[in-house]
Nanobody, 122 residues
Framework: QVQVLESGGGSVQPGGSLRLSCVASGYTTRPKCMAWFRQAPGKEREGVAS????????LYANSVKGRFTISQDGDSRTVYLQMNNLQPDDTALYTCAAGHYCGFHEGNYFAWGLGTQVTVSS
């Protein structure tokens, strides 16, 4: 059974940076897509960034383009989300997901982590 584990959340001031990590394990066939979603209090979960693991093609939500970067390491077991110029609106629980199809439709993903909290405030 595929498991997903996130780390790297925390509290930062506006304009600060954080890097989230996500490790997927337990698979026999490597998930073709890894993605980050986030859910702020009182809001629906939204897709933030996804990466197609065979060729590292990426997709970003408009709200994070130019500030967030999703990447993967050499063995593609770990996916990162580098978040720069964080703003209070970025405060949310960030969850990593593994699937075989990219994009921000939650049905594309079959394994989800528990999430890591990111808080941006002064």
């Amino acid at each position: 059974q595929v498991q997903v584990l996130e780390s790297g959340g925390g509290s930062v001031q506006p304009g600060g940076s954080l890097r989230l990590s996500c490790v997927a394990s337990g698979y026999t066939t490597r998930p073709k897509c890894m993605a980050w979603f986030r859910q702020a209090p009182g809001k629906e979960r939204e897709g933030v960034a996804s990466i197609y693991t065979p060729n590292s093609n990426t997709l970003y939500a408009n709200s994070v383009k130019g500030r967030f970067t999703i990447s993967q390491d050499g063995d593609s077991r770990t996916v990162y989300l580098q978040m720069n110029n964080l703003q209070p609106d970025d405060t949310a629980l960030y969850t990593c997901a593994a699937g075989h199809y990219c994009g921000f439709h939650e049905g594309n993903y079959f394994a989800w982590g528990l999430g890591t909290q990111v808080t941006v405030s002064s």
